[in-house]
T-cell receptor
Framework: AQKITQTQPGMFVQEKEAVTLDCTYD???????LFWYKQPSSGEMIFLIY??????QNATEGRYSLNFQKARKSANLVISASQLGDSAMYFC?????????????FGTGTRLTVIP | DVKVTQSSRYLVKRTGEKVFLECVQD?????MFWYRQDPGLGLRLIYF???????EKGDIPEGYSVSREKKERFSLILESASTNQTSMYLC????????????FGPGTRLLVL
């Protein structure tokens, strides 16, 4: 079974609007971490935000926030006030205790396009 | 700032050639990883290493080998390159701390003709 599922291959958002990128995960472990990365056309993976399974508050980093719903096993990324530079691929990833050595499981990604 | 560098951004090789992809990190991280990225498949783990001279297979190790002789350097080797190994290769490193993320290099786009 897929550990990480991103069901949106592509998303469009108007500049200055907010957008939510979906991510669901599957693990039987109680202790795990969820990550979001951004990959611009240059290719480098840029870490955006982290949520631990025991964190009580949803993670926020500037314009990025993570809508963590543990019972639903979802960890959606919300980008507020979209900018043209936000156009990129976005990957959700998970690390659980079963994977060892800090291995990450990645979803297939969502390509976000910000429209001027 | 963490810096992970990869020896080449673009590489063109011929079928059957031996290919070396080098990765160096400057943060004294214990863990290092090699992924390949293909459209629609996300990132798939090829090999990882949690210490010098230690290596573990990831999800798709076939056709690849790795070497970690020094803590800061992790090499991916394609013993006999094939066209189905045309891909984007990403190296990453991380510390063993629980919340620590992986830091990625810029990637190498490999084309095997």
């Amino acid at each position: 079974a897929q550990k990480i599922t991103q069901t949106q291959p592509g998303m469009f958002v108007q500049e200055k609007e907010a957008v939510t990128l979906d991510c669901t995960y599957d693990t039987s472990d109680q202790s795990y971490g969820l990550f979001w990365y951004k990959q611009p056309s240059s290719g480098e993976m840029i870490f955006l935000i982290y949520q631990g399974s025991y964190d009580e508050q949803n993670a926020t980093e500037g314009r990025y926030s993570l809508n963590f719903q543990k019972a639903r096993k979802s960890a959606n990324l919300v980008i507020s006030a979209s900018q043209l530079g936000d156009s990129a691929m976005y990957f959700c990833a998970m690390r659980d205790a079963l994977s060892g050595a800090n291995n990450l499981f990645f979803g297939t990604g969502t390509r976000l396009t910000v429209i001027p | 700032d963490v810096k992970v560098t990869q020896s080449s951004r673009y590489l063109v090789k011929r079928t059957g050639e031996k290919v070396f992809l080098e990765c160096v990190q400057d943060m004294d991280h214990e863990n290092m990883f090699w992924y390949r990225q293909d459209p629609g498949l996300g990132l798939r783990l090829i090999y990882f290493s949690y210490d010098v001279k230690m290596k573990e297979k990831g999800d798709i190790p076939e056709g690849y080998s790795v070497s970690r002789e020094k803590k800061e350097r992790f090499s991916l080797i394609l013993e006999s390159a094939s066209t189905n190994q045309t891909s984007m290769y990403l190296c990453a490193s991380s510390s063993i701390a629980g919340r620590e993320t992986q830091y990625f290099g810029p990637g190498t786009r490999l084309l095997v003709l």
